[in-house]
């Protein structure tokens, strides 16, 4: 079965633009994610999509594969749909560029072993922080007994009227496709509830389409916000203090 990983790295982010070439420890975050997928097992190809020329020009620079994509997509979803389309793959396997932290062996967790048409899983971690639960920048998942997501959104879900003991989770950047799968999404008009909470994977929850969750023990850290960047730059400073990693 070939997997693809596709990188998607957009300029304008509404919190933090240009955030795939800010600065860590002297590389682009972007190499940081890069270097982080080409580890994970089961991947024939990792490319990055991007909609900037200065995106295209740091990756070149660092010999790392980058398709330019349309400026147009509102997801990143479409976004790696388009590159979807130029590439074959039995399995896509879509990695946010604001995830440096990332480990290869999350991004391994979300590969299907075998896959028959439509096939969507997003990836699902435990939160331990009870302040994650609130942040709206973190997607809370409730499953059906089968891992199939029931619902996502940025409030902290399900409320605990009944009982407190309850494990909450938090969904990773991290999600798997089929070209079906991306097919259906990008075809697909947005339903309500994903215009309100603003969650693409809602778009095949609202429309009956199976979206398997994958539960993983993960502390992993997406870059939102200029604090998130200073944290992520602390840990990898003394990563290679230490001699951990390497550039």
């Not at 300029?11 to 682009?28: E, N, Q």
């Not at 896959?115 to 809370?140: Q, Y």
Request: hydrophobic share 40%; net charge neutral; proline share 6%.
């Amino acid at each position: 079965m070939q997997t693809v990983a596709i990188i998607p790295a957009r300029y304008h982010s509404s919190r933090l633009t240009g955030k795939p070439l800010a600065d860590l420890c002297g590389r682009p975050m972007i190499w940081w994610v890069y270097r982080q997928v080409t580890k994970a097992e089961g991947i024939a190809q990792v490319v990055v999509a991007t909609d900037h020329e200065e995106i295209r020009q740091a990756c070149e620079r660092y010999s790392i594969p980058c398709v330019m994509t349309s400026p147009n997509h509102p997801t990143s979803t479409q976004r790696v749909y388009e590159v979807a389309r130029a590439i074959p793959a039995d399995v896509y396997v879509c990695v946010n560029g604001d995830e440096p932290l990332i480990e290869p062996a999350l991004i391994e967790a979300v590969i299907p072993k075998t896959t028959d048409g439509f096939f969507a899983a997003n990836l699902m971690a435990k939160i331990h922080n009870p302040v994650e639960a609130v942040d709206d920048t973190n997607i809370k998942v409730v499953t059906d007994v089968a891992g199939n997501a029931l619902f996502l959104s940025r409030s902290p879900i399900p409320h605990p009227k009944a009982d407190i003991h309850f494990d909450y989770y938090k969904h990773l950047g991290v999600l798997a496709y089929s070209k079906e799968a991306l097919r259906f999404f990008s075809e697909t008009e947005k339903g309500p509830v994903e215009r309100v909470e603003d969650i693409n994977e809602l778009r095949f929850v609202e429309h009956g389409k199976k979206l398997k969750m994958i539960p993983v023990e993960a502390r992993t850290l997406s870059v939102d916000t200029q604090k998130d960047l200073d944290y992520v730059r602390g840990i990898l400073q003394a990563k290679l203090e230490k001699g951990a990693i390497k550039l």
